[in-house]
């Protein structure tokens, strides 16, 4: 008897990784919510991060938040922010689904306390907890996000440069590369136990120059507040010239190496993901047309630009580069 193995990235069918009836039932729940019920429908704490914020209003010992930082003007957007709601009820995170109803698995994940470690080839590796990161100066910046799977939001993040945290550890001169490592407890997240066939946990990277690019950010908030649950609670990044999988989620380690490390997804398909996955309209992925993009929320369809629209700030990282494949 012949049964076929479906590859672990056929998952997600390629039209649409979320059913259109399903999608169509989630825009009644955001007008529902629009409405002044959404709170009913989408559950207490599903959008929240590790603990309601106003719970302990009115405490004495309260810390002061970094939220919302000083908006950094540089950054402009060419479209309206995305509603605070359809960006959190429209995203991946596949260590509580594949699909992206991922609002709906995440109460068991608590994100505090936590620890991130940055180790390898600097001269200060250290360890930094929520505290730590939160009192490094904050500001909001309002990004393009664009999914390889052709669909796209603007959001406002909370955070600092990438660059900026790094020196904090002292990079050595023979560290190339920079490789983030997520966390990993399948008791927290039913995706992972679902599809043992995911190399869990996730990991990314970044060359050295493209981490220090003033774009690249280590991000804990959005919104105004702490980051929620299912964008990646308590601490991610944000390389919004990229697709949105190089953008890492919930990190617990960060490591500088003098060797290419191997990414999540072009070790599960290389033919279909590069290492560098910029965004660019005139390289197709297999699945996905790259030329145009959904704005989830108002459906408008827009361009693509290349590097998503913030050419002059990285193209002269890839000046001698000749970028072919799917996902560079």
């Not at 559950?43 to 929240?48: A, E, K, N, R």
């Not at 929520?130 to 990004?143: S, T």
């Amino acid at each position: 008897m012949w049964i076929k193995k479906r590859r672990a990235w056929d998952i997600v069918p390629a039209s649409e990784a979320t059913p259109e009836s399903v999608y169509l039932s989630r825009r009644q729940i955001l007008k529902a919510a629009a409405a002044g019920t959404g709170a009913l429908l989408l559950g207490p704490s599903s959008l929240l991060w590790a603990d309601d914020p106003k719970k302990d209003e009115g405490k004495k010992d309260e810390k002061p938040s970094p939220y919302p930082g000083r908006l950094n003007q540089k950054f402009k957007l060419d479209r309206p922010k995305t509603d605070e709601k359809v960006a959190a009820t429209y995203n991946n995170f596949y260590e509580f689904t594949t699909k992206k109803s991922v609002f709906e698995h995440v109460d068991a994940f608590k994100p505090e306390p936590w620890k991130l470690e940055v180790t390898g080839l600097c001269a200060k590796p250290q360890t930094f907890d929520l505290d730590d990161l939160r009192k490094i100066d904050h500001e909001e910046r309002l990004y393009r996000h664009r999914c390889v799977e052709a669909w796209s939001m603007a959001v406002p993040w909370e955070g600092f440069q990438l660059s900026k945290f790094l020196e904090k550890v002292e990079p050595k001169s023979e560290a190339k590369y920079v490789r983030f490592i997520s966390f990993h407890r399948p008791e927290e997240c039913p995706g992972i136990a679902q599809h043992p066939e995911y190399p869990f946990p996730y990991f990314e990277a970044l060359t050295i120059d493209e981490a220090k690019n003033e774009l690249a950010l280590l991000a804990t908030g959005i919104y105004g507040k702490a980051m929620p649950k299912v964008h990646g609670a308590p601490v991610r990044t944000v390389i919004p010239w990229k697709y949105g999988y190089k953008s890492s989620k919930s990190i617990v380690k960060i490591e500088l190496t003098d060797f290419k490390p191997e990414t999540f997804w072009h070790k599960l398909a290389p033919e279909e993901y590069g290492f560098f996955s910029n965004v660019n309209p005139d390289v197709p992925h297999p699945r996905w047309k790259q030329s145009s993009e959904r704005l989830i929320g108002t459906e408008e369809r827009k361009n693509t630009l290349i590097y998503n629209g913030y050419t002059a700030l990285v193209a002269d990282l890839y000046k001698d580069m000749k970028l072919e494949k799917a996902g560079d």
